[in-house]
């Protein structure tokens, strides 16, 4: 009886691993990249919002000085690439100064456009 080499029967089994697993592998770093794209865009929408508010929240502010400083901050923070087509909404009241703040951020999976909102309210500056 002749024997084989040990392990002849499985040649080629590293290349379907590796035809396997790519997927999979490929998936987790988009699925991670797309995170922290996420992550960063809220953040910036966070950040404009605040910005915003803070300046129509002031005792001489108005709802256009929120909505220039918050768009400052937008163009300042990376503008189109970091949220695309992005909308600053400021409304102040007696009492309140709302900034809300929605885009699109980039995808790495083509068709999908995430979306990420973000709004804040202060109370406005009274001298009493």
């Given at each position: 009886?002749l024997?084989?080499?040990?392990?002849a029967g499985e040649?080629?089994?590293?290349?379907i691993?590796?035809?396997?697993?790519?997927?999979?592998?490929?998936?987790l770093?988009?699925?991670?990249?797309?995170?922290a794209m996420f992550?960063h865009?809220?953040?910036?929408a966070?950040?404009?919002?605040q910005?915003?508010?803070?300046?129509?929240a002031a005792?001489?502010?108005?709802a256009?000085?929120?909505h220039?400083?918050?768009a400052?901050f937008l163009?300042?923070?990376?503008?189109?690439?970091?949220?695309?087509?992005?909308?600053?909404?400021?409304?102040?009241?007696?009492?309140t100064?709302?900034?809300?703040?929605a885009g699109s951020?980039?995808s790495?999976?083509?068709?999908?456009a995430p979306?990420?909102?973000?709004?804040?309210?202060?109370?406005v500056?009274?001298?009493?």
């Amino acid at each position: 009886m002749l024997r084989g080499r040990a392990g002849a029967g499985e040649r080629g089994s590293g290349t379907i691993q590796l035809v396997v697993l790519m997927p999979l592998l490929f998936t987790l770093l988009f699925a991670g990249v797309q995170g922290a794209m996420f992550y960063h865009a809220r953040t910036v929408a966070i950040a404009a919002a605040q910005e915003g508010a803070r300046a129509a929240a002031a005792q001489s502010g108005t709802a256009s000085d929120g909505h220039a400083a918050a768009a400052a901050f937008l163009d300042a923070a990376g503008g189109e690439d970091v949220l695309r087509g992005a909308t600053v909404q400021v409304s102040r009241t007696a009492t309140t100064a709302t900034v809300r703040i929605a885009g699109s951020i980039l995808s790495v999976v083509p068709g999908w456009a995430p979306t990420v909102t973000s709004q804040v309210a202060v109370p406005v500056e009274r001298l009493t």
